[in-house]
């Protein structure tokens, strides 16, 4: 199998990828590719490294977005806040999935 993000590479089984978050650094299982180095780790992994930032009260929640749908010109409008829009980089011109 070749790596999806370059395309050249092979993979490479390694027990060092170092997961950053918030300053707890945790060691997982994964794979690397031979060519340009970006790291795979397995999804069993992942998820022990999420359970432990989630012990840790580092592991964010998901963004939660409560809203009422307005009527305008017989379609609904869904306002997103200003704090979301320059946090995301959002524009009239961005495709969104729901």
């Known amino acids: ?7 050249k590479g092979s993979f490479t089984k390694v027990d060092n990828i170092a997961l950053d978050i918030e ?3 945790i060691i997982l299982k994964g794979e690397r590719c031979s060519e340009c180095g970006e ?4 999804e ?7 359970e432990i930032a989630r ?3 580092v ?3 998901p963004l939660k977005l409560h809203r009422h749908l ?3 010109g017989g379609g609904l409008i869904l306002r997103i806040p200003s704090d979301i829009e320059k ?9 969104i999935t729901i």
């Open 1 to 7: 199998m070749k790596c999806p993000i370059c395309e």
């Open 23 to 25: 300053g707890y650094v």
């Open 39 to 42: 790291e795979f780790p397995y």
């Open 44 to 50: 069993h992994e992942s998820q022990i490294a999420i």
């Open 55 to 57: 012990r840790a009260g």
């Open 59 to 61: 592991w964010p929640e």
């Open 70 to 72: 307005s009527k305008s």
């Open 87 to 95: 946090q995301f980089n959002l524009n009239e011109n961005v495709p």
